[in-house]
């Protein structure tokens, strides 16, 4: 988990990563429904999502309209982080 963390810094963020990925794993179908990492049997598809983030294997981006959004963003991170 703390691997997962460090790779997105962001543990809301992370929650959405894993919940996205799982319902991939679990929806079947195609090419996004198979493990990126080898995984054995009995290992649940949180884990194996938790696993792909960890190894670096999956990501994420944030898509934002407006640019001056992201900086309006980034300076509320910082005025938390710094309190």
């Known amino acids: 988990m ?10 809301h963020i992370l929650v959405n990563v894993i919940s996205r990925r799982v319902r991939q794993l679990n929806g079947g179908g195609g090419g996004f429904a198979r493990p990126l990492i080898d995984a054995g049997p009995g290992v649940g598809a949180a884990d194996i999502a938790l696993l792909e983030v960890a190894e670096g294997k999956i990501g994420y981006d944030i898509i934002v309209d407006d640019p001056v959004e992201v900086l309006q963003i980034a300076a509320r991170r910082k005025r938390r982080a710094a309190a």
């Open 2 to 11: 703390k691997k997962a963390l460090e790779k997105v810094g962001n543990p």
